[in-house]
């Protein structure tokens, strides 16, 4: 599976940017860029941890789904999501281990709260649930949207439901003012670790 990529004339199932061969975009899978940019997803020695080859396509149907179709704001999601997870090995906090936070990009309980009630599937789960619930309850609604089929599709549900358009459109641009714009709205500084997995991030789809 390959990430869907707008172009002028359509989208097209990319690994790349626009900008690089046309040969070169076809080899690359989701997969292959995931492992690029968390390199440590390569390989995975625990129950909660996952693969590059399993979190690829998982990650491509949820850009798909929440309609991002730009190299930039595919390239952005990932970034932080790797970052946060530690190259997907983890998927709650683990220090200090805080209730109800996690997913592949880790939000707090109160988003996670969000996203379960924007799920048909889950929502009925968390019917009467609000952001002062017990530690016990947090936890619940984290082991639902951690399962692999919404796990990942947190951080493309965040950009698009919790930042406002002008974030979502600064992405499209692929740069550095595009994603510092997009760590203010999810409320965290860049530093040299952030930079480094966007800088990867940037390089596998030739931004």
């Not at 968390?126 to 984290?142: Q, R, S, T």
Request: with cysteine; glycine share 10%; proline share 3%.
């Amino acid at each position: 599976m390959k990430f869907q990529v707008a172009t002028a004339t359509g989208l097209l199932l990319a690994g790349q940017a626009l900008a690089a061969p046309h040969q070169a975009r076809q080899a690359k899978s989701a997969a292959d860029i995931v492992a690029e940019i968390a390199p440590g997803s390569k390989s995975c020695d625990s129950t909660e941890c996952r693969t590059a080859e399993q979190a690829g396509p998982l990650l491509a149907t949820a850009m798909a789904q929440y309609g991002l179709d730009h190299a930039g704001q595919i390239a952005a999601v990932i970034a932080l999501s790797a970052f946060e997870s530690v190259d997907f090995k983890f998927k709650h906090n683990v220090s200090p281990g805080r209730p109800g936070q996690g997913t592949s990009n880790m939000q707090m309980f109160n988003f996670n709260l969000k996203y379960a009630q924007s799920i048909d599937a889950l929502k009925g789960k968390v019917a009467g649930v609000d952001e002062n619930a017990p530690d016990d309850k947090k936890n619940e609604v984290l082991a639902l949207v951690n399962d692999d089929q919404y796990n990942f599709g947190s951080g493309a549900w965040f950009l698009t439901t919790q930042c406002d358009s002008g974030v979502k459109d600064a992405l499209k641009a692929g740069d550095d003012a595009g994603f510092q714009a997009y760590m203010q709205c999810v409320g965290v500084t860049i530093d040299s670790g952030r930079q480094a997995y966007w800088d990867r991030a940037k390089q596998a789809f030739g931004l």
